[in-house]
């Protein structure tokens, strides 16, 4: 089974651009046929998509979100990262790494002046 463990900055300052990273054991993302998705979830809120980067290479993202962000792998450390441009407090959210069925723990990102 896949194992993903989400690392990220934690706090950050409005306008800043965030990278997340999702490091994966137990498949190897260049290989294996797997989609790999973030999903975050605001303080109050339910999970929201954020995007997916499927097994080709190719990434979509969410509309709301599409003109600040990226979705990249780095195939050499088995990673999936996340950029987000000009953050403001409403990306504030717990960001997880999903595929077939397994999680990461999330990690928290908080917009603050």
């Known amino acids: 089974q896949v194992q993903l463990q989400e690392s990220g900055p934690g706090l950050v300052k409005p306008s800043q651009t965030i990278s997340l990273t999702c490091a994966v054991s137990?498949?190897?993302?260049?290989?294996?046929?797997?989609?790999w998705s973030w999903i975050r979830q605001s303080p109050g809120k339910g999970l929201e998509w954020v995007g997916i980067?499927?097994?080709?290479?190719?990434?979509y993202v969410s509309p709301s979100l599409r003109s600040r962000t990226k979705i990249s792998w780095d195939t050499p450390k088995n990673q999936i990262s996340l950029q987000l441009t000009s953050v403001t407090p409403e990306d504030t959210a717990v960001y997880y790494c999903?595929?077939?069925?397994?999680w990461g723990q999330g990690t928290q990102v908080t917009v603050s002046s």
């Open positions: 999903h595929a077939r069925g397994s």
């Open positions: 137990g498949a190897n993302i260049r290989t294996t046929y797997y989609a």
């Open positions: 980067l499927t097994y080709s290479g190719s990434w």
